[in-house]
Nanobody
Framework: QVQVVDTGGGLVQAGGSLRLSCVAS????????MGWYRQAPGKQRELVAF???????NYADSVKGRFTISRDNAKNTVYLQMDSLKPDDTAVYYC????????????????WGQGTQVTVSS
């Protein structure tokens, strides 16, 4: 069993900052990439940022220069530091971990967090 829990959302004024955290736990052999996605009302879920196990990062154009993704492999944790937040950043943010569970014959599975609400007021 693998669990992914994401936390840290909240209500913030435009220009403010929030830090999201996501931890994966359970029967894990290894975690490859970890990432953050978001879904605003009436819109499709979109990639915000991801980071490989070796620390290579990629960001959506809309958040480049404002958001920073990082991870702690020893803690199976990924973070998303969000600065200069805008009302358009309002969404439910989801963490995804690409996990090799014990007993999977080294097959990679996607595990999602339950989501955390981020609301940015103007």
């Amino acid at each position: 069993q693998v669990q992914v829990v994401d936390t840290g959302g909240g209500l913030v004024q435009a220009g403010g900052s929030l830090r999201l955290s996501c931890v994966a736990s359970g029967s894990i052999v290894r975690i490859n990439a970890m990432g953050w996605y978001r879904q605003a009302p009436g819109k499709q879920r979109e990639l915000v940022a991801f980071i490989t196990r070796n620390g290579i990062t990629n960001y959506a154009d809309s958040v480049k220069g404002r958001f920073t993704i990082s991870r702690d492999n020893a803690k199976n944790t990924v973070y998303l530091q969000m600065d200069s937040l805008k009302p358009d950043d309002t969404a439910v943010y989801y963490c995804k971990a690409d996990v090799i569970p014990w007993g999977s014959n080294y097959q990679v599975y996607d595990y999602w967090g339950q989501g955390t609400q981020v609301t940015v007021s103007s």
